[in-house]
């Protein structure tokens, strides 16, 4: 197999007008610096013409490769059947729409190979996007600073670089590319940098993501934190609330108990009925819910016990 230094992986639904122009702008970098390359255009079911310009393109140029889904199946399917193939040193993904500069290249390029970052995420600090996105997507990058502890401005940036060792251990799913840096780290790659990146207005085209992505964004960030924390071991999760509530539920109805006891023993004038008192409902939904969390960590186990990829560590190196 030959050795490739760049692997750049392109997802793009229909952008036909976008892509002779992007693919000639990226041969025209790399053969500058003179890198051996491979550009990874994967159509997520496209249906205007772009299959037909990918085909096209590739007859005049040998580097490109071309990947053509049945169906819309969403970017990060799109990236993650790319990283499946890639076979350069460094992987770079980038948005078809030129909304990204394939002049960034040679720097990431560097700053995997020499400055020895795992993965280096492009930030677009002066973005051309509307406000209705850059404002809700400031506040989704800092929820997703908060809970993965990584320092990165702008995680959905399309332009990243990655060693190769990254996209190959690493599984991106669902609508998860939004948070590869999240995934990266908690796979145990945790070198990861950032570099300002230039930005542009989209040229052709409209954007693919709709009002959804924002809602969409916020439950995968929940349930990546989730999953990244309890996926090997859910009844430390569930148990812990079950617990918890189960305790609670169990010290106020012995409370109950006891004070009706103390003041039947005690013949004291009040006396309150545990069924009548408010904190009796409490109690038994308190033991109720704590119940039902066991029950749902006891599932949990046995499902993760069942998954066939409950062993799967991933191996920095062997000799
Ligand atoms: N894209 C894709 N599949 C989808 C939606 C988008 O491959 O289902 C591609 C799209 O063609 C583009 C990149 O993902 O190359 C980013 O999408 P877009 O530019 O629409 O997003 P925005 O820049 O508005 O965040
Ligand atoms: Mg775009």
Redesign the pocket.
Known sequence: MQHLDISIV??????EESLPELVSWISKVMTEKGYLYEVIL?D??STDRSWEVIKEIQKENLYVKGISFLR????SA?LHSGFQVVQGDVVITM???L?DSPDEIPDLYRMIMEENYDLVSGWKKKRY?PIT?TVPTKIFNAATRKMSGIELHDF?C?LKAYKRDVVKNIEVYGEMHRYIPVIAKWVGFKNIGEKVVQHRA?QYG????GLS?FMNGFLDLLSISFVSRFKKKPMHFFGTFGVLSFIVGFGFMAYLILDKMYRSYMMLPIQREVVEQPLFFLAITAIIIGTQLFLAGFLAELIALNTPNRNDYKVKDRI
């Open positions: 392109v997802p793009l639904l229909n952008e994967v997520d079911g819309n199946y969403g970017k799109a948005d078809a729409d909304q996007d996105k959905n399309g989209r409209v954007t693919k993501f992505r």
